[in-house]
């Protein structure tokens, strides 16, 4: 099976602009969730997609959004960017409850 | 509030030695905990996972022990390999709501094994 893909893996945007990044989870997979990763705050949980509903969130300004589409297939946006959104941004996919998440190879953000 | 903490940011060992990266938690809650792997430019890989029924898993030169009362993990490779050189990280998922893929991550270790 095809592992996790995102797609850009890499992105220069400028502050006040938004981005949109994708993320195709293994085959059958139905799990999708996000992640941010950063020097100083290491790997923080975004939000988890399970069947296009979004089960879980964790503790980002609501400018981080994102949505699942029936294909299990997911995107995240981030609106009116800011310099401190600079980071690695990962996908990770499981088939469902299950504490097994595969990690996609990330796109890396920087907003200048 | 870090919850899972990993203090060591690196760790050097000689190539054959054993390798022990260490990781505590906080939250009594956590009863189930992942070790991922990851190289530069890459995700994170699933290395092995420990429920807090057990006090050890194996697999190959990968052992994870658990401690509960000390709320203690720890990562031992042996022996170690160059290619084992990567930032390990330490983590457990936080239960909402009865169903939860979200993982609360270590800051990571930074081991390098030397050849």
């Known amino acids: 099976k095809a592992g996790v893909t995102q797609t850009p893996r890499y992105l220069i945007k400028t502050r006040g602009q938004q981005v949109t990044l994708s993320c195709s989870p293994i085959?059958?997979?139905?799990?999708v969730s996000w992640y941010q990763q950063t020097p100083g705050q290491g790997l923080q949980f975004l939000f988890e997609?399970?069947?296009?509903?979004?089960?879980n969130k964790g503790n980002f300004p609501g400018r981080f959004s994102g949505r699942q589409f029936s294909n299990s297939r997911s995107e995240m946006n981030v609106s009116t960017l800011e310099l401190g959104d600079s980071a690695l941004y990962l996908c990770?996919?499981?088939?469902?409850?299950?504490?097994?998440?595969?990690f996609g190879p990330g796109t890396r953000l920087t907003v200048t | 509030d870090q919850q899972v903490k990993q203090n060591s940011p690196s760790l050097s060992v000689q190539e054959g030695r054993i390798s022990i990266l260490n990781c505590d938690y906080t939250?009594?809650?956590?009863?189930?905990f992942l070790w991922y792997k990851k190289y530069p430019a890459e995700g994170p890989t699933f290395l092995i996972s420990?429920?807090?029924?057990?006090d050890k898993n194996e697999d190959g030169r990968f052992t994870v022990f658990l401690n509960k009362s000390a709320k203690h993990l720890s990562l031992h490779i042996v022996p170690s390999q160059p290619g084992d050189s990567a930032v390990y990280f330490c983590?457990?998922?936080?239960?909402?709501?009865?169903?939860?893929?979200?993982?609360?991550f270590g800051t990571g270790t930074l081991l390098a094994v030397q050849p």
């Open positions: 990770a996919s499981s088939e469902g409850l299950n504490y097994e998440q595969y």
């Open positions: 085959s059958g997979h139905r799990s």
């Open positions: 997609y399970f069947s296009e509903t979004q089960r």
């Open positions: 939250n009594s809650m956590f009863d189930y």
């Open positions: 420990i429920s807090s029924i057990k």
């Open positions: 983590a457990a998922p936080v239960f909402w709501g009865g169903a939860t893929n979200k993982l609360i």
